[in-house]
């Protein structure tokens, strides 16, 4: 399984831009990169997944360079709300379907 | 559209005892998918389940810990006389059939607290 090692924590203020990174040097081909936000108490929720190049949804943006062994996950305008953890996996769509967390980063967004 | 529902979300036992978490998944979703997470951890895969089938249990203690996913009703995950070290947030996930890229959506978890 490809391993993910991104920043164990980040600050913010209200209304910035956050880009966090992940790196994953061994993916494989059939993997697809996956983010999850985690609050306090609840269970990940899904953010945003990628192959390559760019998507973007009506929460984040998900930058993939050509090579695929990072990836960016963008907030816009981040607020007090999106303080959590967020999640960086590395998965295929077939074949062992467990998913594999690392410590994520702790973004803390400050007014 | 109801999304995955854990229950108890708070659990108590004392040592010894055992301890029923149940999980309905999402409408239309046939996986299912059990997480345990510690404080200050990353969530750790325990197993994985399709109507009536284990498909993977690698991540599953092989003592006192099983778990079910029956034709009707909910997931079960059944701890048998749980010990301090089984305290821990247990999450449940479902997803659709293969082809939705292994996206999991998951419950609110239940805490298990053992005195």
């Known amino acids: 399984l490809a391993k993910t090692t991104q920043p164990i924590s980040m600050d913010s203020y209200e209304g910035q831009e956050v880009n966090i990174t992940c790196s994953h040097n061994n993916i494989a081909t059939n993997d697809y990169i996956t983010w999850y936000q985690q609050f306090p108490s609840q269970g990940p929720r899904f953010i945003i997944q990628g192959y390559k190049t760019k998507v973007t949804n009506e929460v984040a943006s998900l930058f993939i360079p050509a090579d695929r062994k990072s990836s960016t996950l963008s907030l816009p305008r981040v607020s007090l709300s999106d303080t959590a953890v967020y999640y960086c996996?590395?998965?295929?769509?077939?074949?062992?379907?467990?998913?594999?967390f690392g410590s994520g980063t702790r973004l803390q967004v400050q007014p | 559209n109801a999304g995955v529902m854990q229950n108890p979300r708070h659990l108590v036992r004392r040592r010894g005892q055992e301890a029923r978490l149940r999980c309905s998944p999402m409408k239309g979703h046939s996986h299912v998918y059990w997480y345990r997470q510690l404080p200050e951890e990353g969530l750790k895969f325990m197993v994985y389940l399709q109507k009536e089938n284990i498909i993977d249990e690698s991540g599953m203690p092989k003592e006192r810990f099983s778990a079910e996913f029956p034709k009707e009703g909910p997931s079960i995950l059944r701890i048998q006389q749980v010990v301090r070290g089984d305290s821990a947030a247990y999450f449940c996930?479902?997803?659709?059939?293969?082809?939705?890229?292994?996206?999991?959506?998951f419950g609110a978890g239940t805490r298990l607290s053992v005195l």
């Open positions: 996930a479902s997803s659709t059939n293969r082809g939705n890229k292994n996206i999991q959506y």
């Open positions: 996996l590395v998965a295929p769509d077939t074949g062992r379907r467990a998913l594999t």
